[in-house]
């Protein structure tokens, strides 16, 4: 994923221990110059010890450099999937639960429409993180989902 001044964002898993035993798995979102260097770290949440899984699932970022990411973290000590908009600066702007079950791409269009694909379906959000629309079923959010490129299919 490049943003438009040629930046690319890497998402990484960072896994602690204690005495070899795992404690909990931190994500974070790196942002990369043109020579590689990263030049920003997004902490996007973690998932306790109890909750291992997808972790740290896609991220989009729109014309202006925010960035909308999908991950599973634990919230209210149980593991939930997340959608949340991040400013350029790194400050989380919203953040809610995922409507589309586990979550599996997101995209942001131009007019700033977050469209996000999940195990349920597909939903639309609103650049605010307001749920616009759901669409359940998931034939058809396999058709629109592509599992080679991990990318939503707008068409």
Same mark, same amino acid.
């Given at each position: 994923?490049?943003?438009?001044?040629?930046?690319?964002?890497?998402?990484?898993?960072?896994?602690?221990?204690?005495?070899?035993?795992?404690?909990?798995?931190?994500?974070?979102?790196?942002?990369?110059?043109?020579?590689?260097?990263?030049?920003?770290?997004?902490?996007?949440?973690? &998932? #306790?010890?109890?909750?291992?899984?997808? +972790? /740290?699932?896609?991220? @989009?970022?729109?014309?202006?450099?925010? *960035?909308?990411?999908?991950?599973?973290?634990?919230?209210?000590?149980?593991?939930?999937?997340?959608?949340?908009?991040?400013?350029?600066?790194?400050?989380?702007?919203?953040?809610? &639960? #995922?409507?589309?079950?586990?979550?599996? +791409? /997101?995209?942001?269009? @131009?007019?700033?429409?977050?469209?996000? *694909?999940?195990?349920?379906?597909?939903?639309?959000?609103?650049?605010?993180?307001?749920?616009?629309?759901?669409?359940?079923?998931?034939?058809?959010?396999?058709?629109?989902?592509?599992?080679?490129?991990?990318?939503?299919?707008? +068409?």
């Amino acid at each position: 994923m490049a943003d438009k001044k040629g930046n690319t964002y890497a998402l990484v898993a960072h896994l602690y221990t204690y005495e070899y035993e795992p404690v909990y798995i931190n994500h974070y979102l790196y942002k990369l110059n043109s020579s590689g260097d990263r030049i920003r770290t997004f902490d996007l949440g973690n &998932l #306790s010890q109890d909750y291992y899984g997808v +972790g /740290i699932a896609d991220v @989009a970022v729109d014309g202006t450099g925010n *960035i909308y990411a999908i991950n599973r973290q634990t919230v209210s000590n149980s593991p939930k999937d997340v959608i949340k908009k991040l400013y350029a600066s790194g400050s989380q702007h919203w953040q809610r &639960l #995922s409507p589309v079950g586990t979550p599996y +791409g /997101i995209t942001v269009t @131009a007019a700033g429409n977050v469209y996000v *694909i999940g195990s349920t379906g597909m939903a639309r959000l609103s650049n605010a993180g307001a749920l616009t629309w759901t669409k359940t079923g998931t034939s058809y959010a396999v058709s629109e989902f592509s599992q080679r490129d991990r990318k939503v299919v707008l +068409g």
